[in-house]
């Protein structure tokens, strides 16, 4: 009892602080998640109440469902192209943009694709690639003569993932800009200044030596965001591609799940796909988090 | 290098890396500008461009007639417009506030109070963070329901304020504010929540404007909570309003694309209001110093 109360007087404070985000956040964030992950185990139509059948769900999902392998691979590919492309771009264009004039104005350039609703998206990209020799794309292609006929940019399962990847890094840098062009106003002036004296001439010095372990924490951020935002494919790859796409070629993990949750209303079967890309996603988080996180941690 | 003397008496230095650098920048700059533009210049399309077949980007001959039609289409419908608009105005300020303040209090005391547990917290907001929110909308409606919130402010207002994301972000940030300068603080008699209020946040600017940026455009474009938990008319806002104009879920009947399309520039002004004011913040904010204190 002693030990408790010399518990709760030294921690009072942080738990309090803590409060209404740990209330908020368990009732509607932790109750649904862990509500999901139990209806991975049953077939639930959303109509009848959920029946348990075990780990039937996964066993189809991960031998039996030849789609599911398709979207693995597809989302693996994107993954792998636009996280990595992504965060680099977004971060050299916020260090650059930072350093520029008329800094206000060309962020929100850079952030405009986010401001702008979905639609408007979804039309400025069909104007660009269109699969006609009309669309821009392709007129500039025909005109260059690097192509003869016009490409079907998206319907033909050669090209699909391209222009999805094309789209997706060119739409959804925003975010990370953001974050790290916050950051990098949040180095103190005083750490460029001590570097200069320690011999510190040029820029790439002091991106490498003083800006980028200063920024660790949202490096880290922008990353984790990064995969999750990259695993997560889903919105501009069913526009560009209609759902199901041609031949599958521009089926992505969340495409298959929104697929059996939606359409289907096998929700019992979409939750062990979420269920499972959680699990690539952590894994990958976790590493991330390895070689990133900052030292008190 | 080249020196040209810039406004104000400044020296403008042109080198070949910055020049390469700014070109490199205008590209990036055009291409992501792209939809801002678009949207700017469909709204000013008559209907005969807003259905040209291949479409075109630019508007030719720019008119008033989308705006005229918005105004005709809004002045005939059943619950008055600016209701819409409190609407979607109320519920994405209030979660703006709330979010900023609680994921705040709450990633500050993650960080610096590191009460037992504090770990275990974060751990479970990052696998939040990578869980497919899909799967999690129809539980999520279930315990809005049973808490009887359905068709209330509270259910648009309440699932939103604690976002993983938003918790990770502001942590992030809290990391990088020195524990000596609280301990100064304390020792000179500040009480915890003032400390956190009046020392810690004002230096978190950049990070809570980068917040509300976010929050307010993922909010303030927010269709599928007004959907599925607002029944009456009156509760609706913006986003959902938008397809009652546009005449049905499809979004575009022909008759009143012009409407949508004027309508849809209208909504982006006040996120660009909120972008250029919070990001001015950002970057005019003198940075925090850490050391001299």
Do not use: C
């Not at chain 1, 990847?165 to 800009?177: A, E």
């Not at chain 2, 917290?121 to 809005?144: D, E, G, K, W």
């Amino acid at each position: 009892m002693e030990r408790f109360k010399v518990f709760i007087q030294k921690n009072w404070m942080g738990y309090l602080f803590l409060a209404p985000f740990l209330i908020l956040f368990t009732t509607f964030v932790v109750v649904p998640v862990f509500y999901a992950i139990g209806l991975s185990f049953t077939n639930f139509n959303m109509l009848q109440p959920p029946t348990f059948v075990g780990l039937n769900n996964y066993l189809l999902l991960l031998l039996d469902d030849q789609i599911f392998l398709t979207a693995i691979g597809n989302t693996l590919v994107f993954a792998l192209i636009t996280g990595p492309t992504g965060y680099f771009l977004s971060f050299f264009a916020a260090w650059a943009i930072n350093q520029m004039k008329a800094k206000r104005f060309i962020a929100l350039a850079f952030y405009a694709p986010s401001i702008t609703s979905a639609v408007a998206m979804s039309v400025v990209w069909l104007v660009i690639f269109s699969g006609d020799r009309y669309g821009y794309a392709n007129n500039i292609l025909i005109t260059l003569g690097l192509i003869e006929s016009p490409i079907m940019w998206n319907t033909d399962p050669n090209y699909i993932m391209t222009v999805i990847i094309i789209i997706s890094l060119w739409m959804s840098m925003g975010t990370g800009f953001l974050v790290f062009l916050a950051g990098l106003q949040s180095v103190p002036k005083e750490y460029y200044e001590a570097g200069s004296i320690d011999g510190i001439r040029s820029r790439a010095q002091e991106l490498i030596y003083i800006t980028l372990p200063a920024m660790k924490p949202q490096l880290l951020f922008g990353a984790i965001t990064a995969i999750v935002a990259a695993f997560g494919v889903f919105d501009i790859a069913v526009s560009v591609a209609g759902m199901p796409s041609p031949n599958y070629a521009g089926h992505t993990i969340v495409a298959h799940l929104y697929d059996y949750a939606f359409i289907r209303f096998q929700m019992g079967y979409a939750s062990a796909v979420a269920v499972v890309l959680f699990l690539m996603t952590f894994i990958l988080g976790r590493l991330v988090m390895r070689m990133l996180s900052s030292k008190d941690e | 290098m080249i020196k040209i003397k810039w406004f104000r008496g400044q020296w403008l230095h042109i080198t070949a890396g910055k020049t390469l650098m700014y070109a490199f920048m205008l590209v990036m700059v055009a291409f992501t500008s792209l939809p801002l533009i678009f949207l700017v210049n469909t709204a000013f399309k008559p209907m005969e461009e807003l259905f040209l077949f291949p479409p075109r980007f630019f508007v030719m001959r720019p008119v008033l007639t989308n705006f005229t039609d918005l105004v005709f289409v809004v002045s005939s419908a059943a619950v008055p417009f600016t209701r819409f608009f409190f609407n979607s105005l109320f519920v994405t300020v209030s979660i703006v506030f709330l979010t900023v303040l609680v994921s705040s209090l709450g990633a500050y005391a993650l960080v610096k109070f590191k009460p037992p547990g504090a770990t275990a917290i974060f751990s479970i907001v990052i696998m939040a963070l990578m869980f497919s929110p899909h799967v999690t909308r129809i539980p999520t409606y279930m315990v809005v329901n049973s808490l009887g919130l359905i068709n209330t402010y509270w259910a648009l207002i309440l699932p939103n304020i604690a976002v993983a994301f938003n918790i990770f972000l502001m942590k992030q940030f809290m990391e990088q504010y020195p524990n000596e300068l609280i301990e100064a603080a304390r020792i000179d008699g500040a009480r915890e929540f003032k400390i956190f209020w009046s020392l810690v946040m004002p230096s978190m600017a950049p990070a809570w404007s980068t917040l509300i940026v976010f929050t307010f455009v993922t909010n303030w474009n927010d269709f599928f909570s007004p959907l599925i938990y607002v029944t009456s008319q009156a509760m609706r806002t913006l986003p959902l309003a938008l397809q009652v104009i546009g005449g049905g879920p499809a979004g575009m009947t022909v008759g009143r694309a012009g409407a949508v399309a004027a309508a849809t520039l209208l909504m982006t002004i006040p996120t660009v209001i909120t972008f250029t004011v919070m990001q001015g913040r950002v970057m005019e904010t003198m940075v925090h110093s850490g050391i001299k204190g």
